[in-house]
């Protein structure tokens, strides 16, 4: 859940000078830090953000079945927020992958 925020949440971060997507994925295709900062919203940062986006369906996919092991009100509070940390992925998507200019809110239709 934590990195579906970070990929949501990267526009409001960009302008206030933080960004929280992995470095690693970033330098993988030749970006930096300073290129989310400036702004760039090209086909390479739009690329790491779909990557880490598929990364993170597969993540909550495999732990959908583990939620049957938690206790009825646990199960109920977690299945929940999954539902509503995947609809932001589905509104990152629409968008074509660009959390950079602005900040993902899922859409309400």
């Known amino acids: 859940m934590q990195l579906t925020d ?3 949440d990267g526009g ?8 929280y997507l992995p470095a690693d994925e970033l330098t993988k295709d030749g970006l930096m830090a300073e290129d989310i900062l400036a702004g760039r919203t090209d086909a390479p940062v739009r690329a790491v953000i779909q990557h880490l986006s598929i990364f993170t369906r597969n993540l909550y996919r495999q732990a959908w079945p583990g939620f049957a092991l938690l ?9 929940m927020e999954t539902l509503v940390f995947r609809s932001h992925l589905d509104e990152l998507e629409r968008r074509g992958f660009d959390s950079v200019s ?3 809110k899922p859409s309400s239709g």
Not at 12 to 19: F, M, S
Not at 71 to 79: D, K, W
């Open 102 to 104: 602005r900040t993902v």
């Open 6 to 8: 970070i990929l949501a």
């Open 71 to 79: 206790s009825g009100t646990g199960r109920a509070a977690v299945g």
């Open 12 to 19: 409001e971060d960009r302008l206030t000078g933080r960004v």
